[in-house]
């Protein structure tokens, strides 16, 4: 099984960048996939997930209605839309996958794969 996460960079507050994550050895329409980022310092957080079961999108707090998760089936693949990026979502984004319960969709723990991670840097 491999994640393959991309898209991140040097991005101004205010501003928009799509992360992708490309999949092989698994179909994305079986595990849940989620995006989690880890900021200097700071343990790994959850940021969005769809669920398998359901098709359900979680987002965490802190970027819901400015992040968007969305999968292409077709492509194997899961995205993570973010739009009005502000400094503090500078960090290391991964993508990962797995079959959490419901309750525990946020707990980086319960994902068995992950990709390399994509930097994000948001200057103010």
């Known amino acids: 099984v491999q994640l393959q996460a991309s898209g991140g960079g040097v991005v101004q507050a205010g501003g928009s960048l799509r992360l992708s994550c490309a999949v092989s050895g698994l179909n994305t329409r079986s595990y849940t996939m989620g995006w989690f980022r880890q900021a200097p310092g700071k343990e790994r957080e959850f940021v969005a997930a769809?669920?398998?079961?359901?098709?359900?999108?979680y987002y965490s707090d802190s970027v819901k209605g400015r992040f968007t998760i969305s999968r292409d089936m077709s492509k194997n693949a899961v995205y993570l839309q973010m739009n009005s990026l502000k400094p503090e979502d500078t960090a290391v984004y991964y993508c990962?996958?797995?079959?959490?319960?419901?309750?525990?969709?946020?707990?980086?723990?319960?994902?068995?794969?992950w990709g390399q991670g994509t930097l994000v840097t948001v200057s103010s």
């Open positions: 769809f669920s398998w079961s359901g098709g359900r999108t």
């Open positions: 990962g996958s797995g079959r959490p319960i419901t309750s525990g969709i946020m707990m980086s723990n319960l994902y068995g794969y």
